[in-house]
């Protein structure tokens, strides 16, 4: 598995080694001791997947606070999608920067996001499922969201959302979300 840095620190994508042959092909979607060589010490407990009819349907950006934050590693099992993570850890240097990456059934690319970021991806092709892990369990109380397209965080989405939940349109920006949670901090 190769383990490649992406522009924002901390945050990875993954290529996993394939071996196919007539019959089809195998990989290993995950390796602890792999992960921990390349530096990557993390101690997944629940295994998430989402299923999207419609090329165009956004999900996020999605967080979890304080101390329920979520470091993440995803991937598309079928179909295709662009997937963002979203530096919301208030005095990191890296503060409303993003980066995003393709990440589909066939390039079998996977994203690793640390704790601290929003997430979201868009579907750019139908029918389309991504499964993902999460180092800690979900909490409602500490969920939140940020506006797909806040103009301050500019993502170059590479479609417009066709769908979007009624809570992923009433998102505030990130400056209203910090501005309202105390539970931004950097390093936790």
């Not at 999605?62 to 934050?69: E, I, K, S």
């Not at 393709?102 to 929003?118: D, H, T, V």
């Not at 979900?138 to 590479?158: F, K, L, Q, R, V």
Request: glycine share 8%.
């Amino acid at each position: 598995m190769d383990v490649l840095k992406t522009k924002l620190k901390d945050v990875y994508i993954l290529e996993p080694q394939v071996f196919g042959d007539d019959r089809g092909w195998f990989m290993e979607s995950w390796s602890k001791r792999k992960m921990e060589n390349a530096g990557l010490f993390v101690d997944f407990v629940q295994d998430n997947q989402s299923y999207s009819a419609q090329k165009g349907t956004l999900r996020g950006l999605h967080y979890q606070l304080n101390p329920m934050c979520q470091a993440k590693l995803l991937r598309a099992t079928r179909g295709t999608i662009f997937d963002v993570a979203v530096d919301i850890r208030k005095g990191s240097p890296q503060f409303g920067q993003w980066v995003g990456v393709e990440l589909s059934a066939e390039n079998k690319r996977q994203l690793f996001i640390p704790r601290g970021f929003a997430h979201g991806f868009i579907t750019l092709t139908d029918d389309v499922e991504v499964q993902y892990k999460a180092d800690n369990y979900y909490a409602p109380e500490c969920d939140g969201n940020i506006c797909w397209n806040d103009s301050d965080i500019g993502i170059a989405w590479p479609i417009d959302p066709v769908i979007l939940s009624a809570k992923d349109q009433k998102a505030p920006t990130l400056k209203e979300r910090v501005a309202t949670s105390l539970n931004f901090v950097y390093g936790k």
